[in-house]
């Protein structure tokens, strides 16, 4: 069973548009949900987290929403830029674990 | 500061061999965790080691094992090696095992395992 859904499984946006990726989590002991960038050759790199306790989290052009009665959470990603091309990993864990739960990946292709 | 290092980057067996990944964690982190990444399968847990012991193991088959040394560097080996275990193998560490924005989470860049 698939503890984190993620789709789209790709995406196409045009620079200065907004990118949003969305997951669904199945398991409610769930407390910390990162969303990861990979780009190609490189292992996935953190860009922002949130708590549960919160329903939303910006950092910088990068925001997470997060709905904890209909456990959604989701990546925006703001004036999108041919840069932020690459692959988001949305994740879960439980308290005190680093055994994360990863969805399946978006590929974002930003076009200048 | 330096990174995560895993070696080697590339590594191409033949089914049936066996091989072992290396892991060192970034200097001071002491939980390492290993993870295989697959087109199909996407990226899932292998097994996470704390202060030379196992605290976590991920649903794979016992041909893949693991282990960390006293100075936290960790090795994970894969035995009787078959197509199907051709992937990217991650190592992330971390200063204490818990969530990684708050205790540096930091992924490398992996090794690439391709069995032919």
Known sequence: QQQVKQSPQSLIVQKGGISIINCAYENTAFDYFPWYQQFPGKGPALLIAIRPDVSEKKEGRFTISFNKSAKQFSLHIMDSQPGDSATYFCAASRNNFNKFYFGSGTKLNVKP | ?116
């Open chain 2, 1 to 116: 500061k330096a990174g995560v290092t895993q070696t080697p980057r590339y590594l191409i067996k033949t089914r049936g061999q066996q091989v072992t990944l290396s892991c060192s964690p970034i200097s001071g982190h002491r939980s390492v965790s290993w993870y295989q990444q697959t087109p199909g399968q996407g990226l899932q847990f292998l097994f996470e080691y704390f202060s030379e012991t196992q605290r976590n193991k991920g649903n794979f088959p016992g041909r893949f094992s693991g282990r960390q040394f006293s100075n936290s560097r960790s090795e994970m080996n894969v035995s009787t090696l078959e197509l199907g275990d051709s992937a990217l193998y991650l190592c992330a560490s971390s200063f204490v095992p818990g969530q990684g924005l708050y205790y540096g989470y930091t992924f490398g860049s992996g090794t690439r395992l391709t069995v032919v």
